[in-house]
C-alpha cells in the first residue's frame, strides 16, 4: 500500500477533528437521518404512489408482525444458515426497519421492538465467548465470524440511534455498556490486527464501530473508527478509503465485493456527513466513493450481474440490499444519474431516506429509463496510487447486443483475489461466454459447509488452470500465495481505447513466475459492416528454458465441432492432475500430438455460435476437460474447458475468438454456424516483431505487433511476403492491405 | 389401430365424395383463403394496430426484400442446416408470404416472386434423383429426408393457389406438371408405404398432396390424400385423424410431435372446409382437432415448453410457427378461447388470416390477457379407441407456483416413442425438476449430424435407463424394440383427480418385461395449509425369480445433501454399463451396499430446494451417474442422476418428493432448506396391501394402498400398530390418524 500525499492529506483531516476530542450530546436521530429527513420522507410519502410508498409498505408490513410478539435472541451456536445466525442477522435488520419506521410513523411500538431487543442484547452480549462456530482467524461472538458481528454493530449501532429519544439515559448507557461495548472492545482489542487490516472485513468493522461512536456519542470509538485501533491513522476508514481503492474508483477486491463493502463505507460516510460535515467526507480523495459506485455497475454484466473474477457468486447482482443503501447515498450526495434509476428500477425497492425519496420521485416522473446502464469501454487503474496494472473492459454494441472481454492486469486483490494475471472473460447477449468460475459457494446453504466459501474455492476456483489465462509446469501464479501474489501486479503495456475498428489493450508480467516473461495482446476488430467484433489474442511466453505452458479456454456451451481428430476417453478418464486445481478436472478427451497446429474449437451458447481459432506450435496437445474431479460433494458445477497445450522455452499462442451466427431451436433455422475463419500463420515471431496472418471471411488480414517495447512509438517499415508495411506505432492491422 | 365406428363413418364419408370424382375447375385462391376473406383482412388491416398490422409490415418487409432479385433455386445438394436445404425452405416460405400479399395488395411483384420461383421448380423437380445426403429410410429429393419434400408440397401448394389468377394457364399446366407432378408421384408411387404409414411425416405427405390437389384442381390427389395412395380409406388424412388421436385428443407421439403434426392437419382440413364443407372435417371425430391443440397446448411447461417426453426439444415452446398457424385456424374454426390468446400474445405474431385477424382484434381490446394458461390436473386417453393407457398430469399451483408431476403409461408412440412405461417427471415454478431427457438433437446445426436426430437419441434418449422409472436387468422395456413396444400400453388401474389433499394415479404393466408386473402408484398430497404438494411414489415389481431392478431419478440442480457416506470416485471414473443406455453414464459415486435403507437426497434448483426420501431394501445400492459416456462428440448434456438400485424377486420402491424452502443468493437469506421428512417404515407389503408410515414435520403419514386389483372399491378393516383403520376404495391416507 502507497499512501504518500493522500496520507498526508489524510493526517491533515485527522488532526481538525481530533483536536474536538470530548464527549457531547449531540442531536439524535442523525447516524442514518435526522428528524428533518425523516419529516422530508414522510412529507414525501403522502404523495408517492411509487418505489417509496411500496418500500415503506413492504417494511411496515413486515415489520408489524412482530409488534407485540417476543423475539428471540438466542445463544450462538449455529453457522451461516443456521437458526441463530439467521435469527441474529433477521433481529438487526428488524431493529433496524422498526427504528426507521419510528421515525416516519411516531408509533411508540415500533420503538418497543427495538429497546427489547437492545435490551436483550445488553443481556446476552457480556456473556459471551468465540462463537462455538469459529472456524476462520477472526471468530465472531454473535456469529461465526467477526464480519458479521461488525454488521450486527453497523445495523445495532443505527438502530440505537433511531431510538435514542425513547430510550431512558439508564437504558441507553445499558446498551452503550453491555451491547455494544463487549463486541466493539472485542474487535477493537481482542482481534485489533484484523480491525485494523486494509480488507472489507475491516470496513464493516470501522463503519460499525463509528456509528456506535456517533450513536452513544462516544467520540473515542469515532476516532478509531476512522484512524485505527490505536488512533494512529494508519488503520481505520480513512484509510481504507485511501488504500481500498485506486484514484479511477477501482476497488482492490473487484466489484463483486465493491457492492459488499460500499454499504458500510456509504452508511458510515453518511453518518460522518451528519456529524462532521467540515470532512466533507463524499468529497474525500476526488469523491472516490462516487468513482467506486459507477465503476463496480460498470463491471457487470447486463443482467446485472457482477463480474465474476476474483471470488464472486454469479446469483447476486447489483440488485442487492448494499446497493439498494449505496444508490439512495449516491443520489443524495451526488445527485442525479440516469444509471442510478437503471439500477434502482431493477432493485424495484428504495432505502427510506431521503435519498431513495429522490429515486422514487424521479422514477415517477421519468417513464423513459432504458432497460440497461450505459456500459462503454471503460480502463481501470489499480492500486492506492493507480500503478498497480488495472483492468481494461473491451466493449462492441449497446444493450441486449453487448459484447464485453475484460482483460484483467490487476494487483492480486487480498484475501478474495484468483491467480490470475492476463485472464480474459468474454460476456456476449447477456451470458457468459469464456466465464471465470468464480467462487464455489452456497450462500446461505447451511448443508454447503455453513455456507461458507467451500474448500475447492482455494483449491481450484483460485488456482490459475482455473483461468483462462496461461499456467506454467502446472504451478498456480505466484506458487498459489496469496502472500507473494500481494507484492506484484500485472502491467499495461499500452492500450488504444478510442478506434472502433481496432482496440487494443496489450499487458504483461515477468512476475507470475520466475524467469518467465509473459506479453499478452488483446484486439477488438470491428470490421466494415460487422455487427460483432473479432479478438485477436496474442499470448507471448519467453524464458530461457524449457516449460509446459497450459492455457485453457474455459467456454460456457455446448460443444458443437473440433476441426481435428481427438482421442476421447468414453469408458474411463482420469484426472488431468494431481495438485494446483488439475485435481479438479476430468480429461475427457485429447490430442496428444497435433498434426496440424491450426484448432478450431465451435460452440453454442443460448442463440450463438462462438469459435475459438488458434495457431499453435507443431506437436502441441489439446485437452478437453471438465470440471468436476476429485469433488465428492458436489460442490463444483461440471463444466468445460479446452486446454492448449505447448511445450517449449518460448511459446505464442494466438488465438481468434468470434462470435457468429445465430441459432433459433424453434423457427428451426440457423445461419453462419461455421466459423468464418479459415486460416492462421505467424509470419514472423521474435523479440522485435509479431506478424500475424488470419484469413477470414475469405479477406486477408495482416497483424503487425511490435515487440520492443522501446519502439512502441517510433516508426516501422516491415516487408512481409513481398509487400512493405510502414506504420508508426505499437502496431498495425491490415485488412485486404488497407489499414484499419 | 384399431378404426371399427370410426371407420365405418369415414367409409361412408368418402363415398359422399368420391362420387364427385372429376376434375373441375373452381374459384382460386381458395386453399388457404377466399378472396373474400383476403377482402376482409385488408379491411382489417386499416384500423388494426396490433399483432395482425404488425405481422403483415414484417411478411411484407421480409418479402419486399425479394421483389425484383433473383432468386436461387439450386440443385438439392446439402442436408439439414446446409446452404441448399435452407434456401428451398426459405423458398417456400418466400412464396407462401408473397402469394398473401399479392392477394391483400394486390402488388402483381409478389406474384411475380412466386411465379418466376415455381416456373424455376418446374426446371429443377423433374430432373431430380433421391438427394446425394438422403440418409433416412424415406428419401427426400429437393430435401435430404422426403418429410421436409412434404412440407415443401404443402406450401408450395398454397402458394400456387394463392397466384392461380396471375399464372397463364400455360404456365398453369407447366408447374402442375414439371413442379409438382414429380414430387407427388414421388411420394403417393415410389414411396407409397411411408405415404400410406399412420405417423406425422404421412399427415404432412397427405396435406401437401391435398392441398396441390385443390390448388390444381386435381381430384384424384385429393382423394389420395384422404384415402390413401391407393384410395381404399386405409391410409390418408382421415385415417391418420382416426388413428392418430385418442377421443380425448391425445396424439399418439406426444405433445412435442403433436406441436409438429398440428399445422398440416388444420392447414388442410382448413382447405378441405372451404372445398368440401360438407365433410365437416373441424368436426370430425367430435371435434377431435380442437382437442388436440387445447390438449397439447395443457402438455406444455408454463414456459410453454412442451413436455419433453418421447422425442423433444426443450428449446421448442408454443410459441413455434406451426402452433401460430393453428392457433389462427382454431379461432376460425371454434371460436374464441382465452387460452389461445394466452399463447397468441406470447407467440407475438398472427397468421394473415381472418382467424388472425379475429386473435389480433381480441387482443386488442382485452387487456388483461393472463400471463399464463389455465392450467389443471389433466388426464388423457391414448390409442385411437382410447384404451392404450394415457397420461396423468397432477396439479397444484397456479401461475409461476404451478407444479405438475406428469404420470405417463401411454402407448409407445411410434418411431419417436421412448421405453418409458409409468416414467415420471416433475415441473415446479417454471423448471424441469426430474427430467426425461427429451432427444438428442441440435435442429438446424448442420454440424451436428445434419441437424438429425443424434444417434445418442436412440443409443440413450430412448432407453429407459433414460427415464425415471424402473429398468430391469438392465434392459429396455420390450428389449428396447419399437415393433414389441408397438403392441403394448401401460394401463391405469384407477385415478382420483377430485380431491385437493389427496389425488392418485395408479398404473401397471405386466408388458414391459416378460414376467415381471410393475405397479407404480403416485399420490399427490397436499397437507393442511401446504402451499406445495408432498408426493409419495409406490412403485412394486414382482417377480417369480431374482432381478436386478434400477429406479433412476434425473434430479435437474446441484446436489445438496445425501444422508448417507458413499464412495466417490474422485480420481478415476468409468461408465455404468456398456449397452442399453448405461454406457452412457458415469459412475460418478456409489454406496456399494446401504447400511441405512432410508435414504435422502436433497438439491436445489433455481431457488427451491427438493428433497427425495426413499426406503430401499437392506443392502440395496445407490448409484451416482452423470450423462456424458461414450459420448466422444459431447452430444449429450452432462446431467446427473441419482439410481437406486435393489436385487430380488419382488422389490418395492417407496419414494417420497419434497419441495421445499426458498434459496436467494442476492439477500444471502434461504429457507427450509433441510427436508422436513425424517423416516419412511414399510408396515406391510403384500398381494394385499402396501401400508407406509411417514413422519413429515414430525407428524406420522400412515398410507394404506390396497394390492388386490379385486378388492379396489371393497370396505378394508387393517389393523396397523395396534390400530384399527377402516376405510372403502383403493387406499387410504391419514395424517395424525385422521383420514385426508
Redesign the interface.
Known sequence: MVFSIAYMKKIIVLFVFSCSYLVHAQQHPIAFATAKEFAAIKQALQTDKGLLQQSFQQIKKETDAYIGKVIDVPKPKDAA?GYTH?RH?ANYNLMFNAGILYNITGNAAYAEIVKKLLLQYAQLNPTLKNHPEATSSSPGRIFWQALNDANWLVYTGLSFDLVYNYLTPTQRKSIADNAFAPIVNYVTVDIKDWFNLIHNHAVWATAGVGIVGVATDNEHYVQQALQGADKNGKAGFLALIDGLFSPDGFYTEGPYYTRYAVLPFYMFANALQQTKPALKIFNYRNSVLEKALLTALQQTNINGGFYSYNDA?K???Y???ELVTALAMAWKYYGANTDLLVVAKQQNKVLLHTGGAGISKALATNKNIPAYLNYTTLELTDGADGKSGGVTVLRNGKNEKLTSLIVKYTGHGLSHGHYDKLNINLYDAGNEILQDYGAAR???????YG?RYLPETKGFAMQTIAHNTVVVDEQSHFGGKEEVAENYHGNKIFSNLQSTACKVVATNTSDAYKGVYMQRHIYQLLLPNAEKPLYIDIFKNIAATPHQYDLPFYYVG????FNQP?T?Y??????LGAKNGY?YL?K??EIKKLKNPFTQL?F?NGKTFYSISSLQQDSAQVIFA?I???????NL??E?ACILRSKGSNITFINAIEIHGQ?????????N??SQLSSIEKLQDDENYTVVKIFYQQQPIILIQVNNLQALQQHHSITIQGLKYEFTGAYAVYLNHKKL
Not at 455446448?558 to 465441432?561: F, K, M, T, V, Y
Open positions: 444458515g439467521e442477522k457468486l446469483e447476486k447482482t440488485v442487492s440490499g452456497f450462500i446461505g446453504i447451511e448443508q454447503k455456507g455446448n460443444l458443437i465441432s481427438y476421447a468414453t469408458t474411463n478418464q482420469n484426472t485435481q476430468w475427457e478427451a465451435t453454442l471438465r468436476g474431479g476429485n469433488d465428492p460433494n458436489y458445477r461440471r468445460p441459432f433459433n431451436g424453434t423457427t428451426e433455422v440457423s445461419s454456424t461455421y
